[in-house]
């Protein structure tokens, strides 16, 4: 009799036990089932961060062959730019070899023509054993490059006096300018390539005296009065030599 009053509550316990043992196979299978999915999420998400770190080594080898190409880019600008001003310096040396030689000349037949040759026009006021603009010139600036400042001068002030339409003039007047130079007088050196702008302004000396002019300036720390002086020069002479020089201070100027 206790044997069959106990077999329901054994019933009740064992299919208790049966349903706990069912319910942990269903949570088994759905822990398993949520690792399956995470680990392919996470392999996805790998995947995903593999392609974006692929990206941006792929980027960043752009961008370092991108400025690789722009560093060789504006090294090959850099030289331009110093064999260009190289070229012009050239040009201007072998163009005043030309008019040193063509003065000489000049120089040398104004010694050998008779003392009482008549005057060219315009050389009214040429005594009549006075030497020639051509000598003056020619003397006063083999004087210079002795080094005799003073003397050289001399000789260009006599020429301008003696001869004040004497077709190289203005190249007289930059002379009288950098013997100042040479005396390290600045003040006096930039005042007269002033006169040789205010004077000559359609000569081509009116370039060089500019240029001159600037590069006083920028040696006293001037800066706004030499870039005047070099924006004049590309402005107002943009075919000169000079003009090129200083395009290429102009880039440089105040940085």
């Known amino acids: 009799m206790r044997i069959s009053r106990f077999a329901p509550l054994a019933a009740l316990a064992l299919a208790g036990c049966l349903a706990s043992k069912t319910d942990i196979a269903l949570l088994q299978t ?3 089932t949520m690792r399956a ?5 996470d392999s996805a998400r ?3 961060i593999d392609q974006v770190l692929a990206q941006l080594t792929r980027s960043n080898d752009s961008v370092r062959a991108i400025s690789a190409r722009l560093a060789k880019l504006q090294g090959d600008v850099a030289n331009d730019h110093y064999s260009m001003s190289r070229e012009i310096i050239q040009l201007q040396e072998l163009s005043g070899q030309s008019t040193r030689r063509l003065q000489e000349l000049r120089g040398a037949l104004e010694e050998r023509a008779p003392v009482a040759a008549q005057p060219a026009p315009g050389d009214s ?11 003056l ?3 006063s600036l083999d004087q210079l490059r002795r080094g ?26 930059v002379y009288i300018a950098e013997t100042y ?4 007088n600045q003040v006096a050196a930039d005042s007269v390539y002033g006169l040789v702008v205010q004077r000559f302004p359609r000569s081509p000396k009116a370039a060089t005296a500019l240029y001159k002019r600037a590069q006083i300036s920028r040696s006293a720390g001037q800066t706004a009065a030499a ?12 075919r000169s030599d000079e003009a090129a020089l200083a395009r290429e201070q102009l880039r440089t100027l105040g940085k």
Not at 37 to 41: D, I, L, T, V
Not at 181 to 184: D, G, P, T, V, Y
Not at 227 to 238: S, T
């Open 30 to 32: 759905d822990l398993q």
């Open 37 to 41: 999915e995470s680990a392919r999420g």
């Open 46 to 48: 790998r995947a995903q």
């Open 125 to 135: 006021a040429r005594p009549a054993a006075a030497p020639g603009p051509g000598q």
């Open 137 to 139: 010139f020619q003397s």
């Open 148 to 173: 005799s400042v003073g003397v050289a001068r001399g000789g260009f002030e006599e020429l301008l006096r003696t001869y004040p339409t004497y077709e190289d003039a203005p190249e007289a007047m």
């Open 181 to 184: 130079a040479a005396e390290r």
């Open 227 to 238: 870039r005047a002086a070099l924006e004049r020069i590309v402005r107002e002479y943009p």
